[in-house]
Structure formats: structure tokens, C-alpha cells
């Protein structure tokens, strides 16, 4: 099960950082149409369309890379009380009922959704630019399949945990920057508490 864990995580991490540079692609893209229309007077017919189509890419192929690193929301004021195995518990029974039946009903739908935006090769009906739009329905498949993968490493983590009663340590990763903040924030304060003496009324200072 634990190698299982790591080859899922190393595949959704891999597709998540490499879908992560459609945020660039996104940025230049919404940066040029900014300048050719406020500043030469020439607006593309294309800009709004790349933009929609990288950040639906991005936000999608990244999915199964957050679940991975238990990035996705949670309403965790009464879950972070539980022990782990109460947590582990409670989240084997919800990825069984819903989240795989979910995520099935997206790679089922989105197989119809795209395959008929393919039969026709399908054009953006959002710009003059008549941009096909099909090949990019194809990610739904995608990303419901990676998660899919994922979904069953979770599943793996759930049942070690209850074995053991501990959630088995994640992989490195890169963190935030808020984290890192916090971290050197809390070191700092530790390490400033170390270095100072406290002096009591009345003692002589050592």
C-alpha cells in the first residue's frame, strides 16, 4: 500500500506542477491584452478565451495534486478534535459513498461531454476569434482519472492509519509562503526566549 501511496503522489505532483505553468501562460497572455488594448487601441480575439482555458486546466489537472497533500478545504472544527483513527474512520466511509461515486460520474460525463465536442471539433462561441475549444474538454477525462488514482492512495493512507494510529508522514513538498512565515516567526520567538535571561525583583542577575 505505502509504494502504491508514493507512485500516486509522484504522478498527481507531477502533472500538478507541470499544468501549474499554464498560470504564466495565463499571465502573459491577459498582460499583452491589457497593453494592446488600453495602449495601442487593439484588442485581441483571443485573450478571454485563453485565459477561461488555462485556468480551467490548471484548476483541474490539479486536483488529484491537492488532494494529495490534504490541500482541499475541509470544515475541520470538529474533525481536527478526533483521534486519527476517528479521522480516518469518518474518511474511508465518505470517500466510499461520495467521492468515488463522484468521481466516476465526472469521467462518465465528461467521456459524452467530450466526445461530442469532438465529433464536430468545437469552436468558442465566446470570442470572434472561433478558438476549438474540444481538445481542452478532453481534461475533464483527465483529471477525473488522476483522481481516481488518488482517491485510492487515500483510501491506503485511511487503512494504515487505523492500523497503526497515526496518518503516515506526507512527502516533502513545497510550502507556502505563509507557512514558511510561521515557521520562522515561531523559531525566531523560540530561539529569542532562550537567549534571554529572566531576572527577578531581587536576584542578581547571573
Wanted: glycine fraction near 8%; include cysteine; hydrophobic fraction near 50%.
Amino acid at each position: 500500500m505505502e509504494s502504491y501511496i508514493r507512485f500516486a503522489d509522484g504522478l498527481s505532483a507531477w502533472f500538478g506542477k507541470v499544468f501549474a505553468w499554464c498560470v504564466i501562460v495565463m499571465t502573459v497572455g491577459v498582460g499583452y491584452e491589457v497593453f494592446v488594448r488600453y495602449v495601442l487601441n487593439a484588442p485581441t480575439p483571443w485573450a478571454f478565451d485563453l485565459s477561461y482555458m488555462m485556468y480551467g486546466t490548471m484548476f483541474m489537472m490539479a486536483g488529484a495534486y491537492t488532494l494529495s497533500r490534504d490541500g482541499h478545504v475541509r470544515g475541520d472544527f470538529v474533525y481536527r478534535l478526533w483521534k486519527p483513527r476517528t479521522q480516518a474512520t469518518v474518511e474511508l466511509v465518505l470517500y466510499v459513498f461520495f467521492f468515488f461515486p463522484g468521481v466516476l460520474a465526472l469521467i462518465i460525463s465528461g467521456w459524452r461531454y467530450a466526445g461530442r465536442s469532438w465529433r464536430y471539433l468545437e469552436v468558442s462561441s465566446m470570442s470572434p476569434a472561433n478558438i476549438p475549444i474540444y481538445q481542452f474538454k478532453t481534461v475533464i477525462i483527465a483529471a477525473g482519472i488522476l483522481l481516481l488514482f488518488q482517491g485510492v492512495a487515500q483510501i491506503f493512507r485511511c487503512i494504515i492509519t487505523i492500523r497503526e494510529g497515526a496518518w503516515p508522514r506526507p512527502e516533502d513538498d513545497v510550502e507556502e509562503l505563509e507557512t514558511i512565515l510561521q515557521k520562522e516567526g515561531l523559531g525566531a520567538l523560540h530561539h529569542g526566549s532562550e537567549a534571554v535571561d529572566v531576572v527577578l525583583p531581587g536576584e542578581a542577575k547571573k
